[in-house]
């Protein structure tokens, strides 16, 4: 039957949240064909640049294709696996460079932004597909001024729009987003209704490509600059101890530093350049602010400061504060400070509902208090 809509290509996990979405098409008139990402899974090795094994903990694995391929049937709709493998050895490079390097990295956010609405819109387009959706708890709508515009998730408890900021504005109008105004548990209502085989499938976890958790151990393994013993320090050089490698820690860490102290001691910083990592009592962790750079600004730019709630990582409730723009760079100031400002992270600012944009945090910073209105 001719769909009224045009085809749409769904990317696939094998979850409960893509499976519906691709249901939800199918009954809006859309011709759905659903694509399964092959990244990895238990029992593969990732070819050439990219050696390590997949944890079964992600979104990838032999067994979630399978679900995947389930579904589709159960959906009557072509079904296909693209191999990205090869790919996907990009993130994992970023990953281990980024701790190299003393950021926190955020892959789920690189692996939207450059496979799932990059490398497969290309795919889309291959095949007639005008849109590639997904199962994200996001909205995409046309704003007053007939611009696409991207939104949280009705349900705050699950949105995952920090996770797509940086889609390029351009990309916004070939997205579709079809859960993004559902709860979690109508999700999965709805997809027992249709007999669908995921409906009580457990959520994955973040970080797909890190068996057991242990990232330390890939990165370690992958390490270009290499993991090596260095010492640990308070904000004026005093020697608290030794640590295995700075790699092993990230800002905010309270747990695992090892070091005997009267007061609860947290990482502040990391300095790869010395292998050294400066620890302190949780005031020295708190920040005014913050800079950030590789902007992807969403909505028309402005002038000067603009009120926003900004989230500094994704299980992070926004906060009020005030952004601006300045030569593609953004500036945030807190209305409270903020603990744990992690170069690396993601900022992405809000106006209620709606992603203005945001960018990667370079610096944290220190004193003073925000803006004057």
């Known amino acids: 039957m001719a769909s009224s809509k045009g085809k749409v290509l769904v990317a696939m996990s094998g979850g409960v949240d893509s499976s519906v979405a691709a249901a ?206 260095g010492r640990i320090i308070d904000r004026e050089g005093a020697d608290l101890g030794a640590h295995d490698g700075h790699q092993n820690f990230t800002v905010g860490q309270r747990r695992g530093i090892g070091i005997a102290s009267s007061i609860p001691l947290f990482v502040l910083e990391k300095r790869p350049d010395r292998n050294e990592v400066v620890v302190g009592a949780r005031e020295e962790l708190l920040s005014a602010g913050l800079e950030a750079g590789d902007v992807n600004w969403l909505v028309p730019e402005h002038r000067g400061w603009r009120s926003c709630a900004a989230r500094i990582r994704y299980n992070a409730s926004p906060v009020p504060a005030r952004v601006r723009l300045d030569s593609g760079r953004l500036e945030v100031r807190f209305d409270e400070p903020q603990a744990a400002v992690a170069p690396g992270q993601a900022v992405v600012c809000y106006e209620d509902d709606l992603v203005l944009g945001g960018g990667w945090i370079d610096q944290g910073a220190s004193g003073g208090s925000g803006p004057e209105a």
């Open 24 to 229: 939800l098409l199918m009954k809006e008139g859309w011709e759905v064909v659903g694509v399964f990402m092959r990244l990895g899974s238990p029992g593969e090795t990732l070819e050439s640049s990219c050696d390590i094994r997949i944890g079964k903990q992600g979104c990838c694995s032999i067994n979630d294709a399978d679900d995947a391929r389930r579904v589709s049937a159960r959906l009557d709709i072509p079904f296909y696996v693209v191999d990205f493998k090869r790919e996907f050895g990009r993130i994992i490079d970023y990953f281990v460079s980024e701790y190299d390097a003393g950021r926190t990295p955020n892959p789920c956010v690189r692996c939207n932004d450059w496979l799932k609405f990059g490398r497969l819109h290309a795919h889309a387009h291959q095949i007639g597909a005008t849109h590639v959706a997904s199962g994200h708890y996001a909205r995409v709508e046309v704003g007053p001024d007939g611009r696409h515009r991207l939104l949280r998730g009705l349900d705050h408890g699950k949105d995952q729009s920090y996770v797509l900021f940086g889609a390029r504005p351009e990309r916004l109008a070939e997205m579709l987003l079809p859960i993004g105004g559902m709860h979690k548990s109508d999700v999965r209502a709805h997809a027992e209704e249709l007999g669908l085989p995921v409906f009580d499938k457990p959520d994955s976890q973040e970080i797909c490509f890190v068996p057991d958790n242990d990232y330390a151990r890939l990165v370690s393994d992958r390490s270009e600059s290499g993991v090596s013993p």
